[in-house]
């Protein structure tokens, strides 16, 4: 168990470029998380997956942000044309599914600064 | 709408003093209650939980929380604070939706403790 990764740890892009964040997963854990931290927030749900299935998205998840997860392992969160208001922590959690109230295992995050 | 205030933003104690950390949910059914904890570069990390039973609930570090349906309170609690738990600590409520824990959060407490 090397536990959730999350790469990069930080990222600082320009307002209008794209960048893309990667998670890995505890290997067997078939559900997968992500959530957004703010500065003095506590975190909020984007999106989550069951398997390779995307089976809700936050209606925090505009159009410019797109997650996958295409074999049911590692997942991307890609974010289009960035804003400032995009700067946050990104956190990648994962569970397994055995019951509504499974543990989730977070990752340490990416924390994303857009100038 | 589910919700979680945790009415303190700072705490600060001295270390050997005895802690207790608010939070008070809203939400319409039965929770699921998380307390998570967030240090400097790490994860969150989930201290205990509280799903039904006894409302009086153990975890680790030897942290407790106590749920109090009439007061839609889930405080959390330590007797003898030590230096190391200086960190940044989130109250949960867990929205099943559709068969999964989606967490909701509150902003954080964030716990300083004098030597």
């Known amino acids: 168990d090397t536990g959730v990764s999350q790469d990069p740890r930080h990222k600082i892009t320009k307002r209008g470029q794209n960048v893309t964040f990667r998670c890995d997963p505890i290997?067997?854990?078939?559900?997968l998380y992500w959530y957004r931290q703010t500065l003095g927030q506590g975190p909020e749900f984007l999106t989550y997956?069951?398997?390779?299935?995307?089976?809700?998205k936050s209606r925090l998840l505009s159009d410019r942000f797109s997650a996958e997860r295409p074999k049911g392992s590692f997942s991307t969160l890609e974010i289009q044309r960035t804003e400032q208001g995009d700067s946050a922590m990104y956190l990648c959690a994962s569970s397994t599914s055995s019951a509504t109230n499974e543990k989730l295992f977070f990752g340490s995050g990416t924390q994303l600064s857009v100038l | 709408a589910q919700s979680v205030t945790q009415p303190d933003i700072h705490i600060t104690v001295s270390e050997g003093a005895s802690l207790e950390l608010r939070c008070n949910y809203s939400y319409g059914a039965t929770p699921y209650l998380f307390w998570y904890v967030q240090s400097p570069g790490q994860g969150l990390q989930l201290l205990l939980k509280y799903f039904s039973g006894d409302t009086l609930v153990q975890g680790i570090k030897g942290f407790e929380a106590e749920f109090k349906r009439s007061q839609s309170s889930f405080n959390l609690r330590k007797p003898s604070v030590h230096w190391s738990d200086a960190a940044e600590y989130f109250c949960a409520v867990g929205a099943d939706s559709g068969g999964y824990n989606k967490l909701i959060f509150g902003a954080g407490t964030r716990l300083a403790v004098h030597p």
């Open positions: 997956f069951q398997n390779e299935a995307q089976l809700e």
């Open positions: 290997s067997e854990h078939n559900r």
